[in-house]
């Protein structure tokens, strides 16, 4: 794959659809710049918050403080201890891979951790005005940089990719552009350094899971087996909770075989009730006959 150009296949419509995208030009780059000044300045217009004016109004009303600057640095830095940790060791003896197994969850955890932590304040800066600008510039290298086979255009104009926008071609296209542009990989997260020492000792899957390297099943991080959907497995494959008690495809536990004693009692039919009186009322006045 060339640095200045990346192929795909989309598929779309039950048909195979083959494009690329290029490296934008100088005179594409500065039209790009000049739609990112046009959007800025709308934006502004339109009273749209910078990310400066955002920060202040996020401090103010208690979204992000100087408590969470200080959190978000401290994950980091943990972060990167681990990492540290993880492929040198603690220096004094030879680490075991079980050992570093620990380690590469813990960091994992933290990432998770980083995210949520700072999920709000980013999902915020998206709709600043530098955000707005930096979304329209792309978009409109996107629409200019992308091509079918042949070498067609597969879009005519800005408007027409942003009309097309969530479709599938348009999403490879700027996965694409992306990768080229910022080196976002498309396998950014085994590229992960935790993860990439949890692939070298056969800890994961293709898709990352944990496994046992002797079984090659799916395990949490406590080691335990689990299935594709996250729930506990006994020995014969059954679902049980974390104490052993088996529970349904569904996640719920089996339920007891009960005897329905509120159920509502089933009513004779009025026919068969009046033939029985009838038989009861004979049975009694033959046996006051038989008494007399």
């Known amino acids: 794959m060339s640095k200045n150009k990346i192929e795909k296949t989309v598929k779309m419509d039950d048909k195979e659809i083959e494009i690329y995208v290029i490296k934008p030009t100088n005179n594409t ?4 710049d000049r739609h990112k000044s046009k959007t800025w300045n709308q934006a502004i217009q339109d009273d ?83 955000s707005l600008a930096d979304n329209a510039r792309f978009d409109y290298l ?83 087996k689990i299935d594709d959907e996250g729930y506990l497995l006994d020995d014969d494959g059954n679902r049980v909770d974390k104490d052993g008690n088996e529970i349904t495809s569904e996640g719920l536990y089996k339920m007891a075989d009960y005897q329905n004693d509120l159920a509502p009692k089933k009513r004779r039919s009025t026919r068969k009730a009046k033939a029985e009186e009838k038989e009861q009322t004979e049975t009694n006045e033959e046996a006051l006959t038989t008494e007399s």
């Open 29 to 32: 780059v500065k039209q790009a």
């Open 48 to 130: 749209v918050l910078t990310k400066k004016e955002l920060g202040v109004l996020m401090r103010k009303r208690g979204i992000w403080d100087e408590a969470k600057d200080k959190e978000e640095e401290d994950i980091t830095k943990r972060i990167v201890e681990l990492e540290k940790q993880l492929y040198n060791g603690d220096g004094k003896r030879k680490p075991k891979v079980s050992e570093g197994r620990d380690l590469a969850v813990e960091i994992r955890k933290a990432r998770l951790e980083l995210r949520d932590l700072i999920a709000d304040r980013i999902s915020l800066e998206e709709n600043t005005a530098e």
């Open 142 to 224: 996107v629409a200019h940089c992308t091509f079918y086979k042949d070498g067609k255009p597969v879009y005519n104009s800005f408007e027409e990719y942003n009309n097309k926008s969530a479709d599938e071609i348009a999403f490879a296209a700027a996965s694409a552009l992306a990768e080229m542009l910022y080196n976002i990989d498309s396998s950014f997260e085994k590229n992960l350094p935790e993860n990439q020492w949890l692939t070298k000792f056969g800890l994961v899957d293709d898709e990352l899971n944990l496994i046992d390297p002797t079984s090659g099943d799916k395990i949490d991080t406590k080691g335990r």
